[in-house]
């Protein structure tokens, strides 16, 4: 699913990797790339260019971590908006009433009738309905008994009538039925047309205001992009629907509908279909959709730790220290807290891209910390100002005062030098972070 517009995104972001700070120029670059993504991937031009224009806005106006890269902080701001522009929260269908009655549209082959099935078997299963579907073709004897065949799949009964030729009176009588005999939820299925035409317009306008439906779906095939966002705003006009159905996502879809549908029809993708059989239903969720199109779920994640937990500030006072060669082991101790607070190592560092591999097979955990923690708070004041001033018998107090031995001392007082030099090296790139981002 959407393969393609995750390679480009990836791509459009590695525009801005190893650049320190966003600015006008790389963002418009990268941007430029996620534009010419979503054109490709059938993504309706306005929409395409509302989505640029405000990622852009956003991210110019964005303090720049010093824990995330400005890659990463766009993917993270591309990613909230791609979620807002699928509508942001999941939303329920409304199947309440004596019975609910959910009426389902769209054109012939969209997936209607399969997708009558699986709804029909998600509410019976996930939410302990008894569920009566009706068959409402009137011109199709085939798509009656296809109707039959997904209800025996599913063990639900199937309310039709051959002598009937009039959608409406077949629809009231299928809802009386499952008045008088207990069911919760009737799902009504519709005769489809291979196009959008006046008179299947006007069927289903009449069925709707005929039976009051708790719900009405419309359903369409998300491979056919920028065509089923044509088709779903004339099916709104006509029946204002309530929610919308997207169907193949298991297929090659460029992604386009997915995207454009709920900024250019403005009511909400509910459900997806993923397969033929009945189980292959999915409630929406923009977020997670966000996900898999970003592909890049795991760098979203990772910004939204360092959002929560990095303090601004005191990063820019560490900056300073370390440019004025004055970085501590106060200093260093803050910054393993630092690092403790975002969680597991191990974890963390798994979710800079390209770390999980080079992270194979190497042990790392807060344990770790532990002795040097020891070590540290076993220095006076002045020691922790000024390591230098630690000589053998100062090394052997705190080996002693710590619980460890001169050599871990040895080390650790090795260890801090190094990383000195090191972020002094740095220092444009700040602090333990962006350190560990070298290993990228
Ligand atoms: P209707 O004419 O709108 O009722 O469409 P159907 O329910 O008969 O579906 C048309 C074809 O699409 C059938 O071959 C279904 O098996 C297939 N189909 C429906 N939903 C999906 C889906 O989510 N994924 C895939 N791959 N095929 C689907």
Redesign the pocket.
């Known amino acids: 699913m959407f393969e393609n517009l995750s390679d480009k995104f990836e791509r459009a972001f590695k525009v801005l990797k190893g650049q320190g700070s966003i600015t006008e120029i790389n963002v418009a670059e990268t941007l430029k790339e996620v534009r010419r993504a979503l054109l490709e991937a059938d993504v309706n031009f306005k929409t395409a260019k509302d989505f640029t224009n405000t990622v852009k806005e956003k991210a110019l106006g964005q303090n720049v971590l010093t824990a995330v890269s400005p890659g990463q902080l766009l993917t993270k701001i591309t990613h909230d908006e791609l979620t807002e522009l699928m509508g942001g929260e999941e939303e329920q269908i409304n199947f309440q009433g004596n019975p609910g009655v959910v009426l389902m549209s ?10 009558t099935g699986k709804l029909g078997n998600f509410l019976q299963k996930k939410k302990g309905k008894k569920v009566l579907l009706v068959a409402c073709d009137v011109y199709r004897p085939a ?1 009656i008994d ?1 109707l039959h065949v997904v209800g025996e799949q599913i063990g639900a009964e199937v309310f039709s009538n051959r002598e009937l030729k009039d959608p409406v009176q077949i629809a009231q009588q299928g809802i009386s039925h499952a008045r008088s005999n207990g069911y919760n939820v009737v799902i009504v299925d519709t005769a ?1 047309r291979l196009a959008v035409d006046e008179q299947m317009m006007e069927e289903i306008e009449r069925v709707k205001k005929a039976i009051n439906p708790s719900e009405t779906l419309f ?1 369409v095939d998300a491979m056919t992009g920028q065509d089923a966002v044509n088709t779903a705003k004339a099916f709104n006009e006509r029946i204002d629907f309530d929610g919308v159905v997207l ?5 090659d879809t460029r992604g386009g509908a997915a995207l454009s549908i709920r900024s250019v029809v403005e009511k909400p993708i509910k459900f997806i ?4 059989k009945m189980e ?1 239903i999915d409630v929406f969720y923009p977020k997670r959709m966000a996900d898999r199109i970003l592909g890049m779920g795991d760098v979203v994640s990772l910004v939204e730790r360092a959002q929560e937990q990095f303090d601004e500030e005191e990063a820019k006072k560490l900056h300073k220290k370390i440019k004025k060669n004055q970085f501590d082991l106060n200093d260093f101790f803050e910054q393993i807290q630092q690092i403790k607070k975002m969680g597991n190592m191990k974890d963390l560092l798994g979710m800079v891209p390209g770390m999980r591999k080079a992270m194979k097979g190497v042990e790392v955990d807060d344990e770790a910390f532990t002795p040097i923690e020891a070590m540290i708070n076993s220095m006076t004041q002045k020691e922790k100002e000024n390591p230098d001033i630690i000589n053998h018998s100062r090394r052997q107090r705190i080996a002693k005062g710590s619980g460890t031995s001169v050599q871990e001392v040895n080390k650790l007082l090795k260890q801090f030098k190094d990383t000195k030099k090191m972020m002094r090296m740095m220092s444009d790139k700040r602090n333990m972070m962006n350190m560990m981002k070298q290993f990228k």
């Open positions: 769209g054109l012939q082959g969209s997936g209607k009738t399969t997708f798509a296809q489809g359903v169907t193949k996502l298991d297929g279909g993923t397969g033929e292959a």
